[in-house]
């Protein structure tokens, strides 16, 4: 079965950087759109970021500029590196996968299969 494991959350001050890793097994990983969404307290899932099979990207506005997305498809990793952080982007984040077309990063958050989360804080 499908299985993502998000690490490398934590906390950071504003400005500063963190980088999110997502280890994915049990399924073909490299054809499969890949991305990120998050969640904060009280607020709506948010697509962040999401790449395809062929490596092209798409962003949320909010992140563009600050957020990268990148893959290994020789590790079966996801990244999210994120950088001038602020206090807005604190949430649980998610790394999610589907097997679909129109991998954009809006559709995210409705991806079939998601892993546990981790959480980022920016003060």
């Known amino acids: 079965h499908v299985q993502l494991v998000e690490s490398g959350g934590g906390s950071a001050q504003a400005g500063g950087s963190l980088r999110l890793s997502c280890a994915a097994s049990?399924?073909?990983?490299?054809?499969?759109?890949m991305g990120w969404f998050r969640q904060a307290p009280g607020k709506e899932r948010e697509g962040v970021a999401a790449?395809?099979?062929?490596?092209?990207?798409s962003y949320v506005e909010s992140v563009k500029g600050r957020f990268t997305t990148s893959k290994d498809n020789a590790k079966n990793t996801l990244y999210l590196h994120m950088n001038s952080l602020k206090p807005e982007d604190t949430a649980m984040y998610y790394c999610?996968?589907?097997?679909?077309?129109?991998?954009?990063?809006?559709?995210?958050?409705?991806?079939?299969?998601r892993g546990q989360g981790t959480q980022v804080t920016v003060s």
């Open positions: 049990g399924y073909t990983y490299s054809s499969y759109c």
């Open positions: 790449i395809d099979s062929d490596g092209s990207t």
């Open positions: 999610a996968a589907d097997d679909l077309a129109g991998c954009l990063a809006q559709v995210v958050r409705s991806f079939a299969y």
